[in-house]
């Protein structure tokens, strides 16, 4: 048999694959066969020996020790397509416009996250490539397909009976097969003492949630249940739970794991579905005529600065060494919270990148109506020549801005006959507020804002109140981008203290008046970025809202916590003592 036929045979998947370490022990020599290859593979003679009977050599009183990757895997990334194509859909077709979407695409989003995070806990530390790792990875991969599915349905203040119950037995799916994984694990090291436990104690926790998710598919009915939030209350239990075991048992522990790699590649991940986000946003501004201009070219520079930003302060913190298990596992968690607001961060910014073109074209018409020729003509009541200054105008925005409600013309037509025949200044005035609320609200369309349709059951708005919607979702936007970008900053400072070495947590190491200027500048300017939302209800919140200067607001902030990172701060302590 050649070389090469040796390989390929030795290649050949198996139906369960160890995932031990395999090392030459007084049986594997007799039999002829070599140390591990580079594959960490045995010859299937020693194979058959080491998994039914004791081997002679080795020490099954000691930790088992596992194969460990020191890099992503490719079906790691593969899975981790799913779940950004999973997370670009969700986005696109789940604008967020009120409150009650808002809390919707948080809801799917932590569904979403702490799935992946189920699957990616077991992965960097026990799969090992087989018929069954992949069929499981099969499972997975479906799971996040079908998230997909029910996904543009997934409205937990208006529920639809059979999309909720179609998430709770993905659910069912997906933890049963986790649990059924664990117990394979368990299995190829039921020689090992002290092994046993905390395998089957995180594959109880799987169980224990594949049961609630199953009950919980025949609470949903006819009316809307509050069921949905165990979906976020197991979830938090299960990573808690696999979390505590693995803090106890040194057999599932995650050292020399890659699961810091895995996390900074989720937030990768976000982060280029950001920029995906507003590039789509950026396209739909220069579809239509007169879209570049010194403010719309600052506005876009200043969005992608943000994730730029955001990119190098999370990376260039990012430790290369190894710090403890525990810290390790809450640095890990945290990055639910963190990669939640960076998500919103980045939605945010790409709603805003559309909003002020939006902004700046409606203010187009508003210069038009304060012009002194069509005040003239107001003060006058000549309507007629009004209308029609009026309508040369309003041709020229749908020229550059088409409608896309075809009600639109019908409504604009009619204000302007009901202009012309006015015969009173109140009169002009009212119709006059009705065609400009009407043109804003179209162009608002024309860049694919929606606003959330009316809970009154009012089939018929007046513009006026179809443009307070409008500016109530920019409202909404407002201050869930503020408190996002706040707590991102805040998150990140938190996640990047967790990492700090050891001896900065010394009592001469927390004297540096640079370990607490480095972190406390994201504290800082956090609050500052969240405080913004503060100022929704008055003035100066609007105009910052509505100008083409928030966004190079948030990448200042950003750049002087950046600035930050890198100043050469005073060597000496906060108590004035010698250099460090």
Not at 104 to 133: E, K, M, N, P
Not at 184 to 210: D, E
Request: glycine share 6%.
């Amino acid at each position: 048999m050649s070389r090469h036929e040796e390989r390929r045979r030795s290649s050949v998947l198996k139906l369960s694959a160890n995932p031990l370490v395999v090392r030459e022990t007084s049986i594997s020599a007799a039999l002829g066969s070599q140390t591990k290859n580079v594959f960490g593979l045995k010859t299937r003679d020693v194979e058959g020996q080491e998994n039914y009977l004791p081997v002679e050599g080795l020490d099954y009183t000691a930790v088992p020790e596992f194969q460990r990757h020191t890099e992503t895997t490719n079906i790691e990334l593969f899975y981790d397509l799913f779940f950004v194509a999973n997370l670009t859909t969700f986005s696109g077709i789940h604008e967020i416009n009120d409150w009650k979407t808002l809390t919707s695409y948080i809801g799917f989003f932590c569904v979403l996250w702490f799935t992946w995070c189920q699957v990616s806990l077991f992965d960097v530390r026990f799969f090992a490539d087989s018929v069954l790792g992949r069929a499981a990875k099969g499972v997975h991969l479906g799971v996040m397909v079908g998230l997909a599915i029910v996904a543009p349905n997934f409205q937990p203040e208006d529920q639809q009976k059979q999309v909720f119950q179609t998430m709770s037995l993905i659910l069912v799916v997906s933890r049963i097969v986790l649990g059924l994984q664990y117990l394979l694990i368990m299995w190829h090291v039921r020689k090992y003492q002290n092994t046993k436990v905390p395998f089957l104690l995180i594959a109880a926790s799987n169980f224990v949630a594949a049961a609630v998710y199953l009950g919980v598919t025949f609470a949903f009915g006819d009316k809307n249940s509050t069921a949905y939030r165990s979906f976020y209350v197991i979830a938090i239990f299960e990573i808690a739970t696999n979390f505590i075991v693995s803090s106890i048992w040194k057999a599932v522990t995650f050292k020399g794991t890659h699961l810091v790699q895995r996390m900074s590649l989720l937030t990768l991940i976000i982060l280029g579905e950001g920029v995906m986000t507003t590039v789509e946003k950026i396209t739909t501004i220069v579809y239509n005529e007169n879209a570049w201009d010194g403010p719309t070219i600052g506005t876009i520079i200043a969005a992608i600065s943000i994730v730029y930003l955001l990119y190098m302060l999370y990376f260039d913190a990012l430790p290369d060494y190894y710090f403890d298990s525990i810290r390790q596992q809450i640095w890990a968690f945290l990055h639910f919270p963190f990669h939640l607001f960076l998500v919103l961060l980045v939605e945010g910014i790409a709603q805003f990148v559309i909003w002020f073109k939006m902004n700046e074209a409606a203010n187009s018409l508003l210069d038009f109506f304060n012009a002194p020729n069509i005040q003239n003509d107001a003060e006058t009541n000549d309507w007629g020549a009004f209308a029609s200054a009026i309508n040369d105008t309003v041709q020229q925005i749908f020229h550059s801005y088409p409608p896309t409600d075809f009600n639109t013309y019908e409504m604009i037509n009619s204000s302007l006959t009901t202009l012309q025949e006015s015969t009173t200044q109140q009169q002009a005035k009212d119709t006059l507020l009705e065609l400009f609320y009407g043109v804003i609200h179209s162009i608002y369309q024309t860049y694919g804002f929606a606003a959330p349709e009316s809970d009154t059951g009012s089939t018929t708005l007046t513009a006026a109140d179809e443009l307070k919607n409008d500016y109530n979702v920019i409202g909404l936007v407002f201050v869930y981008f503020s408190v996002a970008a706040g707590m991102t900053l805040i998150s990140m400072g938190v996640l990047n203290f967790l990492t700090l070495p050891r001896s900065c947590f010394s009592k001469q190491g927390l004297k540096s008046p640079g370990l607490w200027a480095r972190n406390g500048i994201f504290f800082v300017v956090g609050a500052a970025f969240a405080g913004l939302a503060g100022l929704i209800n008055v003035e100066a919140g609007y105009n910052l809202s509505t100008s083409p200067w928030l966004l190079p607001v948030i990448v200042l902030g950003l750049v002087i916590v950046l600035g930050a990172q890198y100043f050469r701060w005073p060597q000496k302590t906060l108590t004035g003592g010698e250099k460090e």
